[in-house]
Every structure is written in C-alpha cells, then in structure tokens.
C-alpha cells in the first residue's frame, strides 16, 4: 500500500502563487513517477505536470511557464508551485504516484486538496 497526504490548497487572487505538497509513504521500492492532476466542477480530471524519478517533467499546455514540479526523492515528495494563477486554475488538484511495491505495480492518488483563485 501507498499512502499520499497532499497539502498547501487554499484561496489565492488572480495573479498569486501556491506552492502544493504530496507526501508518500509505505511499502515501496521504487517511484517511477509522480504527478498532479485536477479536477474543475463538471470537468473531467486532467493532467497538470508529472516528473519522473530522474527529472523528466511533463506539463499542460495551460500551465507552462506558470507551474513548476520538482520531487525530493529522498522524502519521496513532489511538490507544484503555481505562480501567476488564474481563476481557471481553480479545480480540486489530486496528487499521483506509480510505484513499484512487493505486490508490482501500483498506482495510487490522494485525497485531493482544494485551489481556489478569486478575487
């Protein structure tokens, strides 16, 4: 099992920045990517940037230039900072992690934590 806490979502104006948190723990090997993704109300869950574990990223469209993933791999942590945010962002944004675990593959998600950009 893998467990993910995600944490720094809260309310931001329109042009402020948020740094997010995703803590992973339990029985892995290995974490071959970890990544962000969100979900808007009466949106489908789309994905915002992912990294690998040698530093590979991957980012939308409509957040490049914006957003920034980065890992810890030795806290087994990925973190988003979003600068520049628009109302737009606002969304639920989940954190995801693919790692190898004693039982194979594993995917796994958090909780989810809330962005909220408004005047």
């Known amino acids: 099992q893998v467990q993910l806490v995600e944490s720094g979502g809260g309310l931001v104006q329109p042009g402020g920045s948020l740094r997010l948190s995703c803590a992973a723990s339990g029985n892995m090997f290995t974490i071959y990517v970890m990544g962000w993704y969100r979900q808007a109300p009466g949106k489908q869950r789309e994905l915002v940037a992912d990294?690998?574990?040698?530093?590979?990223?991957n980012y939308a469209d409509s957040v490049k230039g914006r957003f920034t993933i980065s890992r810890d791999n030795a806290k087994n942590t990925v973190y988003l900072q979003m600068d520049s945010l628009k109302p737009e962002d606002t969304a639920i944004y989940y954190c995801?992690?693919?790692?190898?675990?004693?039982?194979?593959?594993?995917?796994?998600w958090g909780q989810g934590t809330q962005v909220t950009v408004s005047s």
């Open positions: 990294i690998t574990s040698r530093g590979d990223t």
């Open positions: 995801k992690t693919h790692s190898m675990t004693r039982q194979g593959n594993v995917i796994s």
